[in-house]
């Protein structure tokens, strides 16, 4: 049993900045690479950001410069900063990780509840 819990998302002015926040908790054995996807109206879900265990990062070229994950392996928790948002942010976002939970043989991917970000003039 497994669940990712987020926070963080809103409403913003073009130019402005937020912090989503995902914990991760419940019977977790690995915690492995952990990342940010968005989904906006009309549009298939995308990845935004990941993070390995280790802390190896890849951004979508359209975040690269203005988006910042990060995580807190001993909280069980990432993070993605958004600075210099644009409109074309506005989205769902879901956090997602990779998770052996204990007793568990195959690793399975979990996700958040997702969070409204709207960036908006």
């Known amino acids: 049993q497994v669940q990712l819990v987020e926070s963080g998302g809103g409403l913003v002015h073009p130019g402005g900045s937020l912090r989503l926040s995902c914990a991760a908790s419940?019977?977790?054995?690995?915690?492995?690479?952990m990342g940010w996807y968005r989904q906006a109206p009309g549009k298939q879900r995308e990845l935004v950001a990941r993070i390995s265990r280790g802390g190896s990062m890849d951004y979508a070229d359209s975040v690269k410069g203005r988006f910042t994950i990060s995580r807190e392996n001993a909280k069980n928790t990432v993070y993605l900063q958004m600075n210099s948002l644009e409109p074309e942010d506005t989205a769902v976002y879901y956090c997602n990780g990779n998770i052996l939970v204990r007793n568990g043989r195959t690793w399975d991917d979990y996700w958040g509840q997702g969070t409204q970000v709207t960036v908006s003039s």
């Open positions: 419940g019977s977790i054995l690995i915690l492995s690479t």
